[in-house]
């Protein structure tokens, strides 16, 4: 029977330090031995060796185990197992195997504890300025399995830094099968920052599975002086597939660049969505969020076909026009129209009717800041009166609805959830993550079907990341876009 508990291998397999790991293999195997698991049972507790020659230690034995022939041995209260409880207690209070778990313990403790190995690690990277992690921890019960790989390259010289983070999750339970993975590049000189990072996420239930990749590049410029935020840049990538027996397929792609001083967001980008529900009806739209949208020729530079200005409205072709069906406009001026049936010079038209309500209804609006909030939770908000949006649609529309937003997370990181509600029923709910110490851009968007009349679009923020943290919302805007056909 083992007396001396043993070392878990798995504690030994999450060492990251091979000569550690080299020595509490060597300190196990010789428990092992010495507990009668390994070996031929010689260098056992009790062993004969430990008997011959030592007529005390011998008479103990002898004064024991005659009890023990009498009571019975499984008996509990047996002489026997008294003095086996009381051997293995001597052991457990030996200065030897007190300083042995002592060291164990410092392996396992978080870097607060002095003399641990995370400590010396933070000592090691403050003295020669650089540390190196790499940590893998599981988790299993009877019915869910979670692998967290976490690794990590930080060099740092005064105020430079640089650092590279990998951190991977695996979970698995009877239901469900989730994969994850973010990969992120971080450079720092006072507190101007630059970040190139990039994830995936793969889950999976009993209904339907959803693949998702991003990545993102931003660049920061703060005031040294104030160490306040002078403008920020950030370019940001999303590809999802959702695929459910309950809502159907839907995959979307878009790409943002946001430019961000205090006060101020400039938001561009583009929006590609395509779905079909559960009832088998398809739908599309593809959004383009600029100032301005032309269409030129390589080795051209001169000649551009076709151009719109979103700040004006102005559409500009240059070229001949073709047009297999009628045109329908409110007002057009025009040096000569060639028609079918002959020349019209001048053209006046007082009363103009749009065929089949052809038309797009655009709606949209932007803010900066909604409070910073610390915990999670029950609280939702929105800007006050300012976030609600209520375009008429004169016929049935489909809603392109796109929405960007910037977050902070000075600590503990948090949980974006953005809602929109449409006459009070959500049509888009999307949480994304944001970075403790880091600001972070994000984009969703959605379609949705319109009756005729007026209808009321309202934006919702909240941070819902379950374990607490400061979070603030910063730059924000929504556009929607209601077509008519």
């Known amino acids: 029977m083992a007396v001396v508990p043993a070392i878990p291998e798995a504690a030994l397999m999450a060492i990251s330090d091979p000569n ?38 011998a008479g103990q034995l002898a004064v024991a ?66 540390a190196i992690q790499d940590s893998t921890t599981a988790t299993t019960t009877a019915n869910d399995i979670t692998v967290l790989d976490n690794q990590g390259i930080y060099v740092n010289v005064g105020t430079s830094i640089s650092a590279f983070t990998l951190e991977q999750s695996y979970r698995a339970d009877k239901d469900n099968a989730l994969a994850s993975a973010i990969n992120t590049i971080w450079a720092s000189v006072g507190g101007n920052t630059a970040l190139i990072q990039d994830g995936q996420l793969a889950a999976v239930n009993g209904t339907g599975a959803t693949a998702t990749q991003w990545n993102q590049l931003q660049a920061a410029v703060t005031d040294p002086v104030t160490n306040k935020l002078i403008s920020s840049a950030t370019i940001n990538q999303n590809m999802t597939i959702a695929n459910t027996a309950i809502s159907g397929l839907n995959a979307q792609w878009g790409v943002k660049i946001d430019l961000s001083t205090p006060g101020k967001a400039y938001v561009a980008g583009v929006a590609l969505n395509s779905a079909v529900d559960a009832n088998g009806i398809t739908s599309s739209s593809f959004n383009i969020l600029a100032d301005s949208f032309a269409v030129g020729a390589p080795g051209k530079p001169d000649i551009v076909p076709f151009a719109i200005d979103a700040t004006t409205g102005l559409v500009a072709i240059r070229g001949d026009l073709v047009v297999k069906n009628s045109i329908t406009a409110s007002s057009m001026a025009v040096g000569t129209i060639t028609a079918q049936s002959g020349i019209i010079g001048n ?6 009717q749009i065929a089949n309500q052809s038309v797009t209804v655009p709606a949209s609006i932007s803010g900066y800041g909604a409070g910073t909030f610390t915990g999670s939770g029950s609280y939702w908000f929105s800007e006050i009166g300012a976030a609600t949006l209520s375009p008429t649609y004169p016929a049935a529309a489909k809603v392109n609805i796109l929405v960007t937003w910037q977050v902070s997370a000075p600590g503990g990181g948090g949980n974006t959830r953005v809602q929109i509600r449409m006459d009070g029923s959500t049509v888009l709910d999307q949480s994304d993550t944001a970075y403790a110490g880091l600001s972070s851009s994000h984009v969703a968007s959605t379609v949705v079907s319109a009756s005729a009349g007026t209808h009321s679009f309202t934006l919702w923020f909240t941070n819902d990341w379950p374990g607490g943290g400061t979070w603030s919302l910063n730059n924000w805007s929504v556009t929607i876009l209601g077509v008519m056909k």
């Not at 390994?38 to 007529?55: P, Y």
């Not at 053209?347 to 103009?352: K, M, N, S």
């Open 347 to 352: 053209l006046a038209v007082g009363t103009l």
């Open 20 to 57: 550690a790991r080299q020595v509490l293999r060597a300190v196990s195997d010789g428990i092992a031995v010495r507990n009668g698991d390994a070996g031929n049972g010689d260098n056992a507790f009790l062993t004969m060796g430990n008997i011959k020659g030592r007529s005390g230690l």
């Open 65 to 130: 185990i005659a009890p023990a022939m009498a009571d019975g041995i499984s008996s509990n209260a047996s002489h026997m197992q008294v003095l086996a409880d009381a051997l293995q207690q001597s052991v457990l209070d030996s200065p030897a195997w007190q300083a042995m778990f002592s060291q164990l313990q410092l392996i396992a403790a978080p870097e607060s504890v002095e003399g641990s190995f995370a400590n010396g690690l933070a000592q090691a990277a403050a003295a020669t300025g650089y």
